[in-house]
């Protein structure tokens, strides 16, 4: 299984920017997918996370900002970041818990290359 980011960039303060991820591969179902973020000499955080079902989980400092989704039928998750602030400069990692096959009884978690966001004030 394989998860392509794609999306990161440079963007102003204030400005928006989408990042998507795409899982491909030997796929029976997917249970959660989510973003995390890695910011110089910090360590990896959830940003947002989206189960099978739409629920959703944000971190406490992109609600209202963040907005993830996915489409099922595609394997993707995306996550539109509005109103972005030079605090969410990190790179974005997508992860996704994959059952592989019918028979798997739990999910294997699976990690993005991680696509960067730099957001200049």
């Known amino acids: 299984v394989q998860l392509q980011a794609s999306g990161g960039g440079l963007v102003q303060a204030g400005g928006p920017l989408r990042l998507s991820c795409a899982a491909s591969?030997?796929?029976?179902?997917?249970?959660?997918m989510g973003w995390y973020r890695q910011a110089p000499g910090k360590q990896r955080e959830l940003v947002a996370a989206?189960?099978?079902?739409?629920?959703?989980n944000y971190a406490d400092s992109v609600k209202g900002r963040f907005t993830i989704s996915r489409d099922n039928a595609k394997n993707t998750v995306y996550l539109q970041m509005n109103s972005l602030k030079p605090e969410d400069t990190a790179v974005y990692y997508c992860?996704?818990?994959?059952?592989?096959?019918?028979?798997?009884?739990?999910?294997?978690?699976?990690w993005g290359q991680g696509t960067e966001v730099t957001v200049s004030s």
């Open positions: 992860n996704a818990d994959v059952y592989v096959n019918y028979r798997a009884v739990v999910p294997n978690d699976y």
């Open positions: 591969g030997s796929i029976f179902s997917i249970n959660v």
């Open positions: 989206i189960t099978s079902g739409g629920s959703t």
